[in-house]
């Protein structure tokens, strides 16, 4: 079977560094994506890892290795706004997307 | 740029109605995509569209049909409601070559009694 695992919660404190790991389990990979969701909206896109190393952007990071099939979120001087839900998504076997069931963000003042 | 939209926002159904959700972008995406999201879990893919007049089954497509007429255009139907269909559906589009980078609907937050 396909599969991703992510915790299902992480609390940090406002102005820290978290980091929100993912390993998965697919049949074909193409790339590691990680969305944003806050409570009642959309899911956003953070960043894409089709290759091993670590991509910046901001205050976020996002960091692949394809032969330990694991990834990571690092969101550094975290600020409230960041409480939020986290979910990484693989690209697997005819190109579809699957989803891990997501990481809730709780950031303490 | 509107970017994705869906209607409606909410719905309630009876167990045994049909209804259809619309979903539109102004993005000139090729693929559009429907996920369903429950307490707890992640999105998960239900039917998916990589351009005008095609559509594919996604990981749990029982129960929903699709058609994509035009290209802006994705739609879902639900036959016959059943409870287990209660859920947030988010519609989704990328262009082709940068799949993993979807631009995600509100959401229609739909309940079946």
């Known amino acids: 079977g396909q599969s991703l695992e992510q915790p299902s919660e992480v609390t940090a404190v406002e102005g820290a560094i978290v980091q929100i790991n993912c390993t998965y389990q697919?049949?074909?990979?193409?790339?590691l994506s990680w969305y944003q969701q806050h409570d009642g909206g959309a899911p956003t896109f953070l960043s894409y890892?089709?290759?091993?190393g670590l991509e910046e952007t901001g205050r976020f990071s996002s960091f692949l290795s394809r032969s330990d099939s694991y990834g990571y979120l690092l969101l550094q001087e975290l600020q409230m706004k960041d409480s939020a839900s986290y979910f990484c998504?693989?690209?697997?076997?005819?190109?579809?997307?699957?989803f891990g069931k997501g990481t809730r963000l709780h950031i303490l003042p | 740029n509107a970017g994705v939209t869906q209607t409606p926002k909410f719905r309630v159904l009876k167990t045994g109605q049909s209804m259809t959700l619309l979903c539109a972008q102004d993005?000139?995406?090729?693929?559009m995509y429907w996920y369903r999201q429950d307490p707890g879990m992640g999105l998960r893919l239900i039917h998916y569209?990589?351009?005008?007049?095609?559509?594919a089954k996604g990981e749990v497509p029982d129960g929903y049909n699709v058609s994509r007429l035009k290209k802006q255009n994705f739609l879902l139907g639900l036959e016959s409601a059943a409870p287990s269909q209660t859920s947030v559906y988010f519609c989704?589009?990328?262009?082709?070559?940068?799949?993993?980078?979807?631009?995600f609907g509100p959401g229609t937050r739909l309940t079946v009694l």
């Open positions: 569209s990589v351009g005008e007049g095609t559509t």
């Open positions: 998504a693989v690209r697997a076997e005819d190109d579809k997307i699957i």
């Open positions: 890892n089709a290759l091993d």
């Open positions: 993005m000139n995406h090729e693929y």
């Open positions: 989704a589009s990328s262009l082709p070559d940068v799949q993993d980078t979807q631009y």
């Open positions: 697919t049949s074909g990979f193409y790339g």
